[in-house]
């Protein structure tokens, strides 16, 4: 017999042996598809192949770690991941709180990484970050060999340990950044009156945290005993965060109705709406390309609503929520599961927000040109 048959037969042999085991598996697994069953059938038999006949040992766990990430990576979409055990383990850091950060927001777009903003008095900030500055590498290892989403994890760390960022800025070179990791607690929404005698309350969101609620409708009712007559709201470089959040604040600003939807694969609707009978006051929202998730949610809901004229540049255009699954080996996935849509049943995924007036920075002169048609809006809103 040739070497070609004999590779053949074990081949075939191979795949007859693993098709019992997996036809069982197949159904506890509910793939009672065909198609399906053929598919599980292939992977059995690959996965049998390399580790019965690759010319060097193998690691059967290693090689499941390369087919999930191999799986998630297939999604093709950025905020979908395999985390393995380290990877995990940060995760679950964070949420119990023994973590540290840097101080910087960012965005996954067009295969890269880009800071959307950074908090002032952080590590990031000191060390010189700037919103719009693009990772290269993280600790050395290049972006392009992990997924964007990973970074930010990869960035996450114990408070006192350093973290090394290779940075791509516009007109010069990539520069290294060593940065220690320290806890981050920032005022996510801050207000104040603007200079001039048209009494027009401004009120910057950084992102929508579990007190930035609060701290909003501290700001709103503060400007409103000042005789604020208009509100600008700013969303720019603002990369989203908590839904529970941006829902509790839409619930102070946007008309009695729907604020969100979220629809998961099945047709599973969930709907969060405001109980508001009237605006506080005519609005306008400034945002950029770097306004992202909740951020422009509350853009959307104001938009859809009509209850305020949006400025600025489309949004990023980040409209999906995630979940963590957890795995048997330490391990877990993060995976796309739902997506947001807007009052009139837009979906910001993908697309953002396009505001009902453009206007771009005067990068030139360093003059904020959306905020000054923002106060020119609200001057012929309130006249």
């Not at 192949?49 to 770690?65: C, F, S």
């Not at 297939?74 to 905020?79: A, R, V």
């Not at 509100?231 to 908590?242: A, E, F, M, T």
């Amino acid at each position: 017999m040739s070497v070609k048959k004999t590779i053949a037969v074990v081949v075939v042999a191979v795949i007859v042996s693993a098709a019992t085991t997996i036809g069982l598996e197949a159904v506890a697994l509910g793939l009672t598809n065909s198609a399906k069953i053929s598919n599980a059938v292939r992977f059995a038999g690959a996965l049998r192949i390399i580790e019965t006949r690759y010319v060097d040992n193998t690691d059967h766990e290693k090689l499941m770690d390369g087919a999930i990430n191999g799986m998630m990576k297939s999604l093709d979409d950025p905020h979908s991941i395999y985390m393995d055990s380290e990877l995990y383990s940060r995760l679950t850091e964070q949420t119990e709180g023994s973590f540290g950060g840097i101080g910087v927001y960012m965005g996954f777009k067009d295969d890269k990484v880009s800071i959307l903003s950074v908090i002032d008095d952080t590590p990031g900030a000191r060390a010189g970050l700037k919103a719009n500055d693009e990772i290269i590498a993280v600790d050395g290892t290049p972006v392009t060999d992990i997924k964007a989403e990973e970074v930010a994890m990869r960035i996450r760390g114990k408070v006192g340990t350093q973290v090394s960022l290779t940075v791509r800025r516009d007109g010069e070179d990539d520069k290294i950044f060593t940065i220690t990791r320290d806890s981050i607690k920032v005022t996510t929404a801050v207000g104040t009156m603007l200079d001039g005698e048209e009494n027009f309350g401004y009120i910057r969101i950084a992102g929508f945290a579990e007190n930035t609620a609060a701290e909003f409708r501290q700001a709103l009712d503060n400007l409103t005993q000042q005789g604020m007559k208009g509100l600008v709201i700013d969303l720019r470089q603002n990369p989203g965060g908590l839904l529970t959040s941006v829902v509790d604040i839409a619930d102070l600003i946007v008309p009695k109705g729907t604020i969100v939807s979220v629809i998961e694969k099945d047709g599973k609707r969930e709907e969060y709406t405001s109980k508001l009978e009237k605006t506080p006051c005519p609005m306008v929202v400034l945002i950029d390309g770097n306004s992202a998730s909740a951020s422009e949610i509350l853009a959307g809901a104001l938009k859809d609503t009509q209850a305020a004229t949006i400025v600025g540049e489309t949004s990023y255009g980040k409209g999906s929520i995630q979940a963590v699954f957890p795995l048997f080996r330490d391990d877990a996935i993060k995976i796309t599961i739902a997506k947001y849509y807007t009052p009139n049943g837009t979906s910001i995924d993908g697309t953002g927000i396009t505001p009902d007036i453009t206007v771009a920075l005067d990068k030139a002169t360093g003059e904020d040109t959306q905020l000054n048609k923002a106060k020119e809006i609200l001057r012929e809103k309130v006249s």
